[in-house]
C-alpha cells in the first residue's frame, strides 16, 4: 500500500534519526565523528528504499555538495533493488506504443538481466533476429522518487543553519538533483543522448556504441542493441582473447579527453559495468548521465589546466572565481592564501605523478570551504575522471592521466604542457621570466587590485619611524628609477628591432647607452650606500 506523504515524510525522519542524524531537526549540534556519519548516511539511504538510493547515487556524483567521506560512502550504493513483476513489463510497453510485447519480439526473457532504482532490463530478439534489450522504468517510480527528493529537501530546510556545514546550499543542490532526475526519468533524453555520443565519436575507430530501434523509444521503455561484449575489467578474459591491456588504456584515456576538449559532451557515469570490449572496440552503453561543459567553461577548464601546470595561482583563483556563483561576499585574501597553501603542498612532485581526478577534488574543497558554487558540469567531470582513473589503474598502473592530458592537447594545439621534469622546470622558469619582465606594468595594476581588494597586506616596523621613512622613502626612489632604466632599455631595443633607417637606430643606441650609464650609477650608489 502506498504511503501518503506525511507518512513518508515520519519514516524518513524516524530511519535517519535511527542511524544517528536526529541533529539535522532537533538540535544545533552534530556528531563529530564525520567518518561514521557518512557511514550511517549510506545505510540510512539503503534502508529507506530505491528512492534514497537514487538520491544517494547522485548526489555522489557531486563532490561539491559533500565532504569527500560522505561522496566515497555514497558511491558505494548499489542498485540490487528486487525485480518487480513481469506483467508490469507487459503492462506498461503497451501502456506506451499500444501493442502486445510478444507481438514485438520473437523471444523476451522474464527474468530480467538487471534490476536498478529506476529501471530494469531484459533481454530479447526482434521479429528479424536483432539481439535487443527492453529497458523498462519502475512503476510509479517517478512519482515516488520526486516526492521523496522533496520531502528530503523539506527536512533539510528545518534542519539549524549548522547544516550548511554538511552541505553547500542543500536547497539549489536537491533542486539540481530534480531537475537532473526529471531528465533521467524521461528515456527518450537517453535516447537522444546515446544518437548525440554516437555522432561525436563517429570518426574514432576504437569507439563503438549500440544501435537503438527507434520505434520503440518512449518516456518509460528504451529499445537498444544487445551488446555482447567482455566487461573491461574482466582482465583474464581480455587477456584470453588476445587484447593488451596498456592499449586499451591508453585508447580510453584519449577516448575519453576527445570527449571532454574536442566535444565538451562526456559519459557522466564510465563505470565498469558500462565499459564493454567487443570487435576491438570499447563500447560504452547506458546514457542515463551525460555531462556537458558549455563553451565557456570548456575554454576554462584548458585555462585551468594551464594555469596549475605553470603554478599560477592567482589564474587559477580568478578562473574559479569567474566560472563559481557565490551568494555571499567572498575574502579573497584568504581564499588566495588556501589556494597558496594548496600548490606549495600538493603541487611539489612532478605534474608526471600527479593524480588529475585527485587535482580537482582537492580544488573543489577549496571552493566548497568558500562557498563558492562550481558549474554542476565541472563537478560530473570530476566524478567521471574519478570513476575511469580507478579503470586505469587496474588495466595499466604506469598510466598517468595529466601525461596524456599533455599530449592529447599538444597535438590538438590547444595547450601545452612540459614531457619531463627538465623540459617542464626550463620551460616554467623561461615563461616565468619572460612575464616578469614584460609584465611588470600589469603585477604593479594586480597590486593595487589586490589592494583594492582587501588581499595586500603591507608590513611596517613602526620603531625609530623618521629614519625607516627615511630609508622606505630611498628605497622606492630607487625602485622607480630602475624601471625607468629598464623601461628605457626595453624601448631602445625596440626602437633599434623596428628601425627602418640608420638614423633611427643611432636614437635607439643612444638611449641604451644612456640606461646603461644611469644603471651603473645607480650600482655605484648602492654600493657606496652598504645595503647592497
Known amino acids: 500500500m502506498e504511503k501518503s506523504g506525511g507518512e513518508r515524510l515520519r519514516e524518513i525522519a524516524t530511519v535517519l534519526a535511527s542511524y544517528g542524524f536526529g541533529y539535522l531537526y532537533r538540535t544545533k549540534f552534530k556528531n563529530a565523528n564525520q567518518k561514521q556519519d557518512a557511514v550511517s548516511l549510506r545505510k540510512a539511504f539503503e534502508e529507506l528504499g530505491s528512492s534514497f538510493i537514487k538520491i544517494g547515487q547522485i548526489i555522489s556524483t557531486r563532490p561539491d555538495l559533500l565532504p569527500q567521506d560522505y561522496i566515497d560512502e555514497l558511491s558505494k550504493l548499489q542498485d ?36 536498478a532504482s529506476i529501471a530494469q532490463v531484459h533481454r530479447a530478439r526482434m521479429k528479424n533476429g536483432e539481439e535487443v534489450i527492453v529497458k523498462v522504468q519502475r512503476p510509479d517510480i517517478e512519482e515516488n522518487l520526486l516526492r521523496d527528493i522533496a520531502l528530503f529537501s523539506r527536512i533539510l530546510s528545518l534542519a539549524p543553519n549548522t547544516i550548511k556545514d554538511l552541505i553547500s546550499d542543500s536547497d539549489l543542490a536537491l533542486k539540481e538533483i530534480e531537475e537532473a532526475t526529471k531528465i533521467e526519468l524521461d528515456f527518450r533524453n537517453e535516447a537522444t543522448a546515446l544518437l548525440k555520443f554516437k555522432v561525436f565519436n563517429r570518426e574514432l575507430e576504437s569507439v563503438g556504441v549500440p544501435n537503438l530501434v527507434i520505434a520503440y523509444v518512449s518516456k518509460r521503455v528504451l529499445v537498444e542493441e544487445y551488446i555482447e561484449g567482455i566487461k573491461i575489467l574482466n582482465l583474464p578474459k581480455l587477456e584470453k582473447e588476445g587484447y593488451i591491456k596498456k592499449d586499451i588504456a591508453e585508447k580510453l584515456i584519449v577516448c575519453f579527453f576527445s570527449q571532454v576538449f574536442k566535444d565538451g559532451y562526456f559519459h557522466g ?49 580568478n578562473i574559479l572565481l569567474k566560472i563559481g556563483v557565490t551568494k555571499e561576499r567572498i575574502n579573497q585574501y584568504e581564499f588566495y592564501e ?38 554542476t558540469d565541472f563537478t560530473m567531470l570530476v566524478k567521471s575522471m574519478g570513476m575511469l582513473e580507478g579503470i586505469l589503474a587496474e588495466l595499466d598502473p604506469e598510466i598517468n592521466v595529466l601525461k596524456v592530458a599533455n599530449l592529447y592537447l599538444q597535438a590538438s594545439d590547444d595547450l601545452s604542457l612540459y614531457d619531463s621534469i627538465s623540459k617542464e622546470k626550463l620551460a616554467i622558469t623561461s615563461y616565468k621570466l619572460s612575464k616578469d619582465i614584460i609584465g611588470f606594468p600589469n603585477q ?40 625607468i632604466i629598464a623601461a628605457l632599455i626595453l624601448s631602445s631595443a625596440i626602437i633599434v628591432a623596428m628601425a627602418e633607417s640608420s638614423s633611427v637606430s643611432v636614437i635607439g643606441i643612444v638611449i641604451f647607452l644612456g640606461a646603461g650609464l644611469m644603471g651603473i650609477w645607480l650600482l655605484i650608489s648602492i654600493i657606496r650606500s652598504g645595503t647592497l
Open 80 to 115: 540490487n533493488v528486487p525485480p518487480f513483476p513481469f506483467s508490469d513489463i507487459q503492462r506498461i510497453f503497451k501502456e506506451e506504443f499500444g501493442e502486445e510485447i510478444k507481438m514485438v519480439f520473437d523471444q523476451i526473457e522474464e527474468i530480467p538481466l538487471a534490476s
Open 338 to 375: 588556501d589556494l597558496n597553501y594548496f600548490f606549495e603542498t600538493y603541487l611539489t612532485a612532478s605534474y608526471q605523478q600527479i593524480n588529475m581526478s585527485t587535482l580537482f577534488s582537492d580544488i573543489l574543497e577549496v571552493t566548497q570551504k568558500h562557498r563558492i558554487i562550481i558549474p
Open 269 to 317: 557515469d564510465p563505470h565498469p559495468g558500462n565499459i564493454l570490449i567487443r570487435d576491438k572496440k570499447i563500447v560504452f552503453i547506458d546514457f542515463g548521465i551525460m555531462g556537458e561543459l558549455a563553451v565557456g567553461n570548456k575554454e576554462s577548464l584548458i585555462k585551468l589546466l594551464k594555469a596549475i601546470v605553470f603554478n599560477d595561482v592567482d589564474l587559477v583563483m
Open 444 to 483: 604593479l595594476r594586480q597590486l593595487l587590485t589586490n589592494a583594492n581588494s582587501g588581499r595586500a597586506k603591507l608590513h611596517i616596523e613602526l620603531v625609530d619611524a623618521d629614519n625607516k621613512w627615511k630609508g622606505l622613502n630611498k628605497m622606492v626612489n630607487r625602485l622607480v628609477f630602475a624601471l
